[in-house]
């Protein structure tokens, strides 16, 4: 044998050996290298998507989607006119997903998750391309949904995908506006999550706010679900940034809701991720508990335990009530608030001075622990001229006035912080400069800024104007000059001695970030959450307590006290945010009445104080003097359920994770603990 017959034989031979344990590799199972055992299958226009547990069905033709999870089974609404708008040549255009000319279908597998890509194009031969993946993935076959656009000339500016959910057939609606909210299907009252309802229960047509992510009364938690019997399902926005959702709920139901995908600044832009998960033998707490393991994997849950390490003056706030005192209210006759029948209302002081003696003599009433929120420092007033809110008004004792009521809390071992606002832009502030305000994309009416589209706004060419509140004529400050205004503020206040324990940044946990469209500065809505979040690690560094206004989840990471604004429901009122974070956040409720303090002691949250409690009654301070001992023993501990003990949910219990429970009837307008408080 030749010697070059011998080496071709040892290369063949190693060559087989190297090759066989690949090819013993592709003999194994899809279970044994890691990958989920899903089969995909086509048969009569419709795609099978089939895990252990859970099946989709893709009808090919109108992209309508079933989803069989164990027994129950969900039906999305097929392609609809006008899910898609399109910008293309300077017109709008509103066609349907399932118009395409060119609709290919077939297998997707990424080995974690594995299902079908959509590829669609040929709109009126517009230049855009989208590609839609549906897939099961993981061990619980969780559904996930993904869309991205190839935009040239042509751009996606909003898109209904998947479609809302058949829900005919369904019991309730669970929707995370406010601290969260059960809406039945055949709900008798018009409902819209974020617009005013009239005493008639129709929707306000003077509210044109729209619905989108990060504003706590319509998006306060990225997701929503559906209750039918023992089972649920949920939809979890991954990508909400720029998103909103379909929705609809006429008097006596049923309510239609689904994703919507909006664009950011003109574009489409990135791509954009949704996950449906079946809940089997379970409800709303359970789904609630779902977002919540989310909320931890992803980053969005910081518990109390962690804030404190990172800020020790937290551990204080641990069952201690709150108090806002205001120093200077002083409305301009512009504003809509202003009382023209009895103008003295419009304004009112009470100096530095007058409220460290309040402060003093609240102590020696045997009130130890009180964080202190100061409203109305501004030089002209609260509400007037952010951001350009010093110096503290002269009337009222100016800097040294404002100096000692900061020196007597510290004297008092009562944490101050002030109550602070850079978001809202006033014209008559000394910085006012246009080019620093938020842009719309045009000169079209009506401006799409909230809360100017719920209680009256205007529009100077682009800039969307609004005059609510008492300083009047505002615009909205442009995220990125955020921080530095709270900087020179803050400069200010240092070079005179004067440190908080904290601050108290108002609007930015209850309204969406604004989006501008500047060219100068053209910023995203992520972009401006970037800017907020700036302010509030700055604020946690150099200042302490970081609180702000109902504190929609993106703020959780950063913030430690929210309050309860906005946390009511046209509906039936859940806790949907409580269940998820109430050990990550301290929320405080108002004494405005019975209703809002049993609220509070039912959902584990400290008791707002007024300085002036002459007109309070003995019940309502037995009931914040409960509240904050309660909330002393759970308010570092997860609340794990709530339940309706009645059919008209008139009472209710919520359960902490020591085994304490809080039971209150509405109908006698009762409370009971157990074990009790001591």
């Not at 992209?63 to 609809?80: D, F, K, V």
């Not at 309050?563 to 806790?575: D, H, Q």
Request: glycine share 8%; proline share 5%.
């Amino acid at each position: 044998m030749s010697a070059n017959r011998i080496g071709r034989l040892v290369a063949a031979l190693l060559v087989a050996l190297i090759q066989a344990p690949a090819e013993r590799a592709q003999q194994l199972t899809r279970e044994q290298w890691g990958a989920i055992p899903v089969a995909v299958s086509h048969a009569g226009g419709k795609w099978i998507v089939a895990g252990k547990t859970n099946r989709v069905t893709l009808n090919e033709t109108n992209l309508a989607l079933t989803i069989q999870a164990g027994t129950a089974q969900w039906t999305m609404m097929p392609s609809q006119s006008g899910d898609m708008l399109v910008r293309s040549k300077g017109e709008q255009l509103s066609l349907r997903l399932a118009d395409a000319k060119k609709i290919s279908i077939v297998p997707y597998d990424a080995a974690f998750k594995t299902g079908v890509k959509i590829s669609l194009s040929g709109w009126q031969q517009l230049d855009l391309e989208l590609f839609l993946t549906i897939c099961l993935e993981g061990k619980n076959e969780e559904i996930v949904f993904d869309v991205v656009a190839n935009e040239r000339e042509a751009t996606l500016r909003q898109l209904d995908w998947p479609g809302a959910l058949d829900a005919r057939d369904i019991d309730y609606t669970l929707l995370s506006n406010g601290r969260g909210t059960l809406l039945p299907r055949n709900w008798s009252r018009e409902y819209y999550p974020i617009r005013s309802i009239t005493p008639e229960g129709k929707i306000a047509t003077t509210d044109h706010s729209l619905l989108q992510s990060h504003v706590i009364e319509s998006w306060s938690m990225s997701w929503w679900g559906f209750q039918k019997g023992n089972s649920g399902l949920m939809v979890i926005v991954e990508t909400p940034d720029d998103a909103a959702y379909q929705f609809a709920h006429p008097a006596g139901g049923p309510t239609v809701i689904g994703p919507r995908w909006r664009a950011q600044l003109k574009r489409f832009g990135y791509l954009r991720s949704a996950r449906m998960v079946p809940i089997t033998g379970g409800n709303y707490v359970d789904m609630a508990k779902c977002y919540r393991r989310y909320a931890m994997e992803t980053g969005l849950f910081v518990s109390l335990k962690e804030k404190i390490a990172r800020t020790p003056a937290v551990a204080d706030l641990i069952g201690t009530p709150q108090m806002r005192v205001s120093i200077l209210r002083n409305l301009k006759p512009e504003s809509d608030r202003y009382d023209t029948k009895d103008p003295s209302k419009n304004y009112s002081l009470t100096t530095f001075d007058e409220r460290a003696k309040q402060l003093r003599e609240l102590k020696a009433k045997g009130f130890d622990r009180v964080l202190v929120f100061v409203a109305g420092w501004p030089h002209l007033g609260y509400d007037r001229q952010h951001p350009d809110s010093l110096p503290p008004p002269e009337r009222a004792g100016g800097w040294d006035g404002m100096k000692r009521l900061i020196d007597t809390c510290r004297e008092l071992r009562y944490p101050v912080i002030f109550h602070d606002q850079y978001r809202d832009y006033y014209l008559d502030a000394p910085s006012y400069n246009e080019q620093f305000a938020v842009h719309e994309e045009d000169t079209s009416l009506p401006p799409q800024q909230f809360p100017g589209s719920r209680f009256g706004d205007s529009k100077q060419g682009n800039i969307p104007m609004m005059r609510h509140w008492d300083g009047g004529r505002q615009a909205y400050l442009n995220a990125r000059f955020q921080l530095g205004h709270l900087l020179k503020n803050y400069q200010l206040l240092f070079d005179r001695g004067i440190r908080t324990q904290g601050i108290y940044i108002d609007v930015i946990g209850y309204v969406p970030p604004d989006q501008d469209f500047n060219p100068e500065h053209p910023t995203t809505h992520t972009d401006a959450m970037r800017g907020q979040i700036a302010m509030l690690n700055w604020s946690r560094h150099h200042l302490g307590i970081i609180a702000t206004e109902s504190g929609a989840d993106w703020t959780i990471p950063y913030v430690d006290v929210v309050n309860s604004s906005g946390g009511g429901s046209k509906a039936i009122l859940v806790p949907l945010y409580n269940l998820v974070y109430h050990d990550a956040v301290i929320v405080s409720f108002g004494a405005r009445d019975e209703k809002t303090l049993l609220q509070g002691l039912l959902f584990g949250g400290v008791p707002e104080m007024p300085i002036n409690q002459a007109g309070v009654s003995e019940k309502a301070m037995t009931l914040m003097r409960e509240m904050s001992a309660l909330h002393e023993r759970v308010g570092m501990l997860e609340l794990t359920k709530h339940e309706f003990l009645d059919r008209n949910f008139r009472k209710e219990r919520t359960t902490f994770a020591d085994g304490t429970t809080v039971t209150v009837d509405w109908d006698t307008m009762s409370y009971q603990i157990e074990p009790q408080l001591k």
